[in-house]
Structures are given as C-alpha cells and as structure tokens.
C-alpha cells in the first residue's frame, strides 16, 4: 500500500510540473554585453554613425533572440542604447549644469590594496581616491523635458518593435528605469540642500518616465540600489538609522511617483552594488527588508547569491511574505565567470519556494551583467551559458516544489 502510495505521488507531481502548477519562471535584471562594434558610439567616444539607429535595432532584434534561445522568460533590450542605467534618464532633464565628485564605496576605502588596482577606471562612483571622478549635480530646478521625452519614446518604440519582430508578447518585455533615490545616490545636490526636497523633486520628474514606459505596454523596472548600496556609498558616515529615515522617504516619494502604475506591472531590484569589491560594508537585508517590502511593486528582485547575500534567505523566516509580492533572488552571480550547477540554482531557488511557494518564485540574477556600457566580468558567451544553466535549474526546481507539495498534502 506504502508503494502504492508513493507511486501515485510520483504521478501527481509528474502531473503537476506538466501542467506547468508548479513552473518557476526566469528572467534577469537588465544590463547585458553591448556589441563591441557598437561601445564607441553607445559610450560617445565617437560620433555614431549615419546608420546607427537602425544598426541598434538590429542589435536588439538579436539580444532578443539570445535571451529567447537561451529560454528566459520576461526580457529586454540589454539596456543596449544605454552609457550606463542611471545617466540616460538624468540626460532626460533639466537641472543638472553643476560637477561634484562622486561618491566612494566604504569597502573600497577601507580595503586601499585591492581599490588601488582600480586606478584609472571611471565609472559612477569613485572606485579609488587615486583616480578624481565627477558626476553632474543639482545646479537649480529639475524639470522632465519634452527633449527628454522624445528621446525616451524613441528607446521605447525601438524596444517594442525588436520585440514584437521576434514574437515576443509586450506583457513578457520590462523596461529599467532608475529611482529617484538612485538618482541622488550618483548626482548631489548642489541646489535645495535638502536630501528629501531633492528626492521629491526627482520623483514628480521622474512620474513622467515611469508612466510613458507604463503606457507603452512594458513591464516597468525601478532599480533602487540606494535602498541597499547607499548605505556604503552615500550614507557611508551616517548612522544605520539615519541610512533607514532615508531609504523610507525613498520609497515613499518611489511610491508616489508610481501612483498611476499598477503594482502587477511594476518590478524593482534592490542590491548592494554589482562591483567584485570586498562589499564587506554591505548593510544587512534584515535592516532593510521591512522598508523595502513598503515599496509598490509586484515583483522584487534582490541580490541572493553572491558570497555576502546568499546567507540572506534566513530573513525570510522571520518575517510575513505580502500578499501579493513575487520574490526575483539572484541565482546567478553576475561577478564571476564561474557557471552556476543547474541543481545548485535549484537549491537556491527552493531555499524561497518554501517560504513563499513556488508561485511567488521566478528565478533572477543578482545583477546586471554590463551596468555600463563595455564594463563586464563576465565574457558574453559565459553570459549566456549561465542564463542557460539558470533556465535548467528553475526546471529542477519547479519539479522539487511538486513533489514536495505531493509529500505534504
């Protein structure tokens, strides 16, 4: 009877996974390699081309079909268009006719032997006191501009026509813009000197971005990495109650300026810097988690498996999963080149799957894999094989959610 018993569960879950009941989805977080022929003129160290318009939807048009080949679920362009994810939407407004130097990462202050090998390298914040970076800052009122718009329509249609091209319902595409937190984190304010003024001046212009991406029929991304790596970059000689305030006002304005976006088409990644730094300064998840699980979107995607966060899913156990949420944990460490097992991923995933279920599971990456344009850890092939192992993992897991659903009922 016991062997019949077990045989009939076998058949159930066989069943289940079948009827995809307990199918755990995949996606990434955004950023993907860029053409090398391409970086010149994605970077602006040449003048693009007459062609280079239609040869960046060509472009897409193939990184759409990489991710489809490689069986990822919910897509993007790769941030293809893009220098990096955070000036393209500054680009977009007015206000920002000031220098400041950017800020530096507690870690790599306090680490000089590893951060001195960074010497010369320029990117969005100061990776080294030997190497003087500036960004734009807040010089006066930030108003979104209709420049600004026409120029994020044209990455919208851009993206939308690769996708539909390739048969890709707009449903499954996502569109990454940054949060009004994030914006602060890189850009001071020379202006209102006043962090929660600036911020809310940021959100009303950044309304405009979120609603356009919105009504485009795409899925819209908020990236806040300032609800977690502003803590060591920003906020690095603040109290972690100061670093809290901020982050709720962060979320509240983020909310604010999501107001006329539904939830279930909003997503929002969280994580604490995608640098192969020491990140030994990373501010822990259980300090942030509650404020962060305030935000509006649906779906959450936070860093999980990179040596200081894959600890992190204890958290999980001590708190109440909203209704509602669906959880995006990073599987794929996007710092290494070393290729994820399929049955490690799996583990991974499950580690959620019991917590929250299956249902609330799809499988991500801890980052993205080329947050500025020409600047990866990883090489692209290997980018795609993890994507792949990534896609076989969450299968191994879908399936171990349906005999562990059989085994408790």
Known sequence: AKLQSMVKGARIAEEMVAKDLFRIATTHVGSLPRPAELLPYIRGDQPAPADFQQKLASATEELFAKQLDA??????????????????ARNRMDGFDSEKAATGAADLEEMKEFSDKLEGRKGLLTLTKKTEVKNAACSGPITYTDAGLKDLQEEIERVCSSAQAKGIPLEKVFFSSPSPGTLANFFQDDYFNDHTKYVEALGKAMQKEYEAIYKAGLTLQVDCPDLAMGRHTKFKDGSLADFRAAAAVHVRVMNEALVNVPADRTRMHVCWGNYPGPHHMDVPLADIIDIVLDAKPKYLSIEACNPGHAHEWEVFENIKWPAGKVIMPG??????????????????????????????VIACTDCGFSTAAGAMNVPTEIVYAKLQSMVKGARIAGELAAKEAVGKA
């Open 71 to 88: 069986g990822i679920d919910f897509v993007n362009d790769g941030e293809l268009g893009r220098r990096d994810y955070v000036t393209a």
């Open 331 to 360: 599987v794929l460490d996007t710092t290494t080149s070393h290729i994820e097992h399929p049955k490690l991923i799996a583990q991974r995933l499950m580690n959620y799957v019991r917590f929250v279920g299956a249902s609330n």
